[in-house]
């Protein structure tokens, strides 16, 4: 094969990788699973992005299970709203937050999680409310805070240095 149709293959595969990851994002994890399994299909050879659509596609899979089961306790929505901050669907995870907070309204995890995904969000004086109210009810999420990355947009903002006991 000439170094153009290779050259040629690639794109066509990165294209269809591409558009998987913009599937997957949006969770929508049938059309997801078909581009990568398209791209396993027609471009075998391309083994460094058929490795990364595999890792994807297993998630696709669990995505679509756990769609079906609700969560019943306070680890479950912990766990799907991680979930959720982790495929950047920030509204989602706090609406599941919200949830959790009717079960247990102490838990500093779920302030926590909310303080992640509300800055995140770029919701800065949500996510700063948040994170005290987490800080209240656990001290030591002072500690695991001043090191979050997902808390970058704020690291700046003199209340978070305040809540977190940095100067």
Not at 36 to 48: N, Q, R
Not at 75 to 93: E, H, P, V, W, Y
Not at 118 to 132: F, H, I, M, P, S
Request: proline fraction near 2%; hydrophobic fraction near 35%.
């Amino acid at each position: 094969m000439s170094e153009s149709n290779k050259k040629r293959d690639y794109e066509k595969a990165l294209s269809l990788y591409n558009q998987g990851i913009k599937e997957f994002r949006k969770e929508d994890y049938d059309k997801a699973l078909s581009s990568f399994e398209s791209l396993l299909e027609k471009y075998p050879e391309e083994h460094e992005l058929i490795d990364r659509a595999k890792v994807y596609m297993s998630i696709c899979k669990r995505g679509k299970k756990q769609e079906v089961i609700s969560p019943k306790n306070i680890s479950d929505f912990l766990f799907f709203a991680q979930m959720k901050i982790n495929q950047s669907d920030f509204d989602g995870a706090i609406k599941l937050l919200e949830k959790a907070l009717e079960l247990k309204r102490e838990e500093a995890r779920v302030y926590y999680l909310m303080a992640t995904a509300y800055v995140q969000n770029g919701q800065k004086e949500e996510g700063l409310e948040a994170l005290k109210k987490a800080i209240q009810k656990d001290k030591t999420v002072a500690i695991i805070a001043q090191n979050e990355p997902d808390f970058e947009p704020i690291w700046v903002d003199k209340r978070f240095k305040v809540l977190v006991k940095l100067s």
